[in-house]
């Protein structure tokens, strides 16, 4: 018997499910470069572009992950010597410190640890400590992929302004946007980054920066900027190529253009945000039933915390790795690592998994992908309250609950 056999699914926090509508409209032959329909979609793809993270502001866009995106965004804003201050609340917070460090920029570090979020009283504390305001960029991830926290963006703007203190606020959204709400222009963030594989459910393969106004102006004197990854001429091209820095990301923009199609014109971005929060307080129902009888637990145990992106679990180790191993082999269902949560290859690494809930996702797959973690728990003899799968069947029946 093959019970894994059929279609699988992917729940790792990206790259996310995709349309098989976004699929095919990648499934053609080159088009031209120079003239036609990849040309002329550009204008409405950047409206969109600008749409989806709610902002009038800039956009430029990268062949790369999301790591090309924090490069990009990086090159642009700093120059050696400069100072930067790095809120960090996972491992992904890390990744980008490390990036910009490696510019020659001075990067101050907070820890909030793996299990809370970005407190704004300490980065307020932080800056006014820094009377000369040589700090030139607050960095934040909205939502850290390896912990789930989700930060609270204008609390931390809030913070900037309260200590008077110049620095510009650069966001990383690559986990959450399409997911969380996010709010570029309300919440007075100058750049933010995101890439195409998670949330906005097209191949991996394109990076995102938005850049405020203030922005553009602030980093007019980035030392370290090479042509490449200017992101001057991106955001204004007078040539078609200038989008890219040259040849056009021709497949992946037609399968960008039909995911924000149906992103932003068809199920409407509102209504994308509500079912990814309705999805979240599925897998948080039948993870918090679970746990009432066993090890497992959400990392983050106050739901407002929680991104609605992915959520990051702990469970007595080695359980979680003979979860994920259960999942894939008998019922096709790939959850995620832990990631940044301890030493990989150490016997508390099996400890951590998650399930990504991010991009082309509907109630029947989570609630699927939790009873088959159900099953995986009863199979495998794991302590554990009983009544996750029928929790989370609650959470999707009455929507409206909190
Ligand atoms: C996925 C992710 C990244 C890295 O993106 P890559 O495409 O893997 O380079 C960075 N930050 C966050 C928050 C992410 O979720």
New binding site residues.
């Given amino acids: 018997m093959h019970p894994g056999a059929g279609r699988p699914y992917l729940a790792i926090?990206?790259p996310s499910v995709m349309p098989d509508r976004v699929l095919r409209a990648m499934h053609r032959p080159a088009p031209n470069i120079y003239a036609g329909e990849v040309v002329e979609m550009m204008p409405a793809l950047v409206a969109d572009l600008r749409a989806v993270a709610r902002t009038r502001q800039h956009v430029a866009i990268y062949i790369g992950?999301?790591?090309?995106a924090?490069e990009a965004a990086n090159t642009n804003l700093f120059s050696p010597g400069d100072r930067a201050l790095s809120l960090i609340t996972g491992r992904?917070g890390e990744?980008?410190a490390a990036g910009v460090e490696a510019l020659g920029v001075a990067v101050d570090r907070i820890d909030f640890g793996r299990s809370a979020p970005v407190d704004p009283d300490r980065v307020e504390a932080a800056l006014r400590a820094d009377r000369d305001g040589a700090i030139r960029v607050v960095l934040l991830?909205?939502?850290?992929?390896a912990t789930s926290v989700r930060n609270d963006v204008a609390a931390v703007r809030a913070a900037i302004d309260a200590a008077g203190h110049p620095a510009l606020l650069a966001v990383?959204?690559?986990?959450?946007l399409g997911c969380d709400d996010f709010r570029m222009d309300d919440w007075g963030v100058d750049v933010m980054v995101a890439?195409s594989?998670?949330g906005l459910m097209t191949p991996?393969g394109l990076?995102f920066v938005w850049l405020s106004e203030r922005a553009l102006v602030r980093s007019a004197d980035a030392a370290r900027r090479t042509p490449y990854w200017d992101w001057r001429p991106r955001i204004a091209p007078t040539e078609f190529w200038q989008y890219f820095g040259g040849t056009a990301p021709t497949h992946h923009l037609y399968g960008l253009r039909e995911a924000l199609g149906m992103l932003l014109h068809e199920e409407g971005l509102d209504a994308a945000l509500a079912r990814h929060g309705l999805l979240a307080r599925a897998v948080w129902a039948a993870v918090e039933a679970w746990g009432a009888g066993g090890s497992l637990r959400c990392n983050i145990a106050a739901r407002a915390q929680r991104s609605h992106a992915v959520t990051a679990l702990r469970i007595a180790p080695p359980d979680g790795d003979r979860l994920r191993a259960w999942c894939e082999r008998e019922a096709g269902l790939t959850l995620g690592i832990g990631l940044g949560m301890a030493t990989p290859g150490s016997p508390e690494a099996g400890g951590f998994f998650r399930i990504g809930h991010m991009g082309h996702l509907n109630a029947q797959m989570i609630l699927g992908a939790l009873a088959t973690i159900e099953a995986g728990l009863i199979a495998l003899d794991i302590p554990h309250g009983a009544g996750g799968a029928a929790a989370a069947a609650r959470a999707i029946a009455h929507p409206d609950a909190p």
């Fill in positions: 926090p990206g992950n999301g790591h090309a924090w992904f990744g980008w991830t909205h939502v850290d992929t990383d959204c690559i986990a959450s890439a594989q998670k991996p990076g």
